[in-house]
Nanobody
Framework: QVPLVESGGGLVQAGGSLRLSCAAS????????MAWFRQAPGKEREFVAA????????SYTDSVKGRFTISRDNAKNTLYLQMNSLKPEDTAVYYC??????????WGQGTQVAVSS
């Protein structure tokens, strides 16, 4: 079973919204803080947002604060990222994984987000 499958990306105009989903295996998801990451062309993968295993806490990189919201459905082993007020600089491939580096599983294929100006 593939541990992580991201979906929901697409092409939107600046100011638009997208909702990303990450379907995970139970083994990958349950009991772990989860996070979203992104990789823009020519750049390294970077942290976007994280959420505690019981949805008790969230954290965001400064550039997305107030625009993105991370959430999780523990019954469905699914992670979400609601992205509003999108900007061209949000263009990237978005990935999900466990937050803690030492606990990460193999990366999925990601989902492409492209924001036009």
């Amino acid at each position: 079973q593939v541990p992580l499958v991201e979906s929901g990306g697409g092409l939107v105009q600046a100011g638009g919204s997208l909702r990303l989903s990450c379907a995970a295996s139970a083994r990958t998801f349950r009991g772990y803080n989860m996070a979203w990451f992104r990789q823009a062309p020519g750049k390294e993968r970077e942290f976007v947002a994280a959420i505690g295993l019981n949805d008790g806490s969230t954290s965001y990189t400064d550039s997305v604060k107030g625009r993105f919201t991370i959430s999780r459905d523990n019954a469905k082993n699914t992670l979400y990222l609601q992205m509003n007020s999108l900007k061209p600089e949000d263009t990237a491939v978005y990935y999900c994984n466990r937050e803690i580096i030492a606990l990460r599983v193999n990366w999925g294929q990601g989902t492409q987000v492209a924001v036009s100006s």
